[in-house]
Each structure stands twice: as structure tokens, then as C-alpha cells.
Nanobody, 134 residues
């Protein structure tokens, strides 16, 4: 059974930084994808950062490029999301997710959705809240 447990959320002022962690257990696949999603008030869950476990390729939503960075530790048991220069619009519940298959991400961009879709991610954590406010 795959378990994903997020930590590191909190409240921060605009321009500040936070580092989210996701402890991964039961994920024994050599390939697959680990990702961070967020759900902002009134919006669908949007993928903001992903890392492919085999080669370490990373992908980001345009809204977080240059500010967020996803990484995994050498044992591949923890995935991190370093968030810098945080903005009020980054306020959201952040979720860790895992996909057993290394399929291409489905990026979308509209007034109500910006990032990649939750398909094909099968396993999810319970989330950690991030609030960016002065």
C-alpha cells in the first residue's frame, strides 16, 4: 500500500519561502512520477511540479517556474517542494501524489486552471495548507 504524508505547510508573508516534504512509503516501482498538486479556493486541483523517478526529469506549471523546485532524496523516500518568492495566489492546500506509470503530463491553461491534470496519479496524501498573506 502506497502512503504519502505531507508536512511543512504554514503561514508566510509574500516574498517568503517554505519547503514542503512528502514521505513516501510502499512505492516500490522503479519508474513512475511523484508530483505536487495544489487546490486553491474555487478551483480544481492543479499539478504544479513533477519529478520522474527514473531519470529525475522535472516539470513545472508556468505559474511557479523559477520560484518552485521539486526534488527527491537519494533513497527516493522523500520528495520535496522548495517554494520561494511566495505570492498570495500560492495560497492553497498542497498535495503529494504518485503515479506508477511514467506517462506524459497533461498540461492545461485557462482562466480557471493552470498546470497539469491529476490523471494518471493514483495515490494521494491528505495535504498540507499553505497560506501566503501579509
Amino acid at each position: 500500500e502506497v502512503q504519502l504524508v505531507e508536512s511543512g505547510g504554514g503561514s508566510v508573508q509574500p516574498g517568503g519561502s517554505l519547503r514542503l516534504s512528502c514521505a513516501v512509503s510502499g512505492f516500490t516501482y522503479m519508474e513512475g512520477i511523484l508530483a505536487w498538486f495544489r487546490q486553491r479556493p474555487g478551483r480544481r486541483r492543479e499539478g504544479v511540479a513533477a519529478i520522474y523517478r527514473n531519470f529525475g526529469n522535472t516539470y513545472y506549471a508556468d505559474s511557479v517556474k523559477g520560484r518552485f523546485s521539486i526534488s527527491q532524496d537519494n533513497a527516493k523516500k522523500t520528495v520535496f517542494l522548495q517554494m520561494n518568492d511566495l505570492k498570495p495566489e500560492d495560497t492553497a492546500m498542497y498535495y503529494c501524489a504518485a503515479s506508477r506509470a511514467s506517462r506524459p503530463l497533461q498540461f492545461r491553461s485557462s482562466s480557471m486552471f493552470e498546470g497539469f491534470e491529476s490523471e494518471p496519479f493514483e495515490d494521494w496524501g491528505h495535504g498540507t495548507q499553505v497560506i501566503v498573506s501579509s
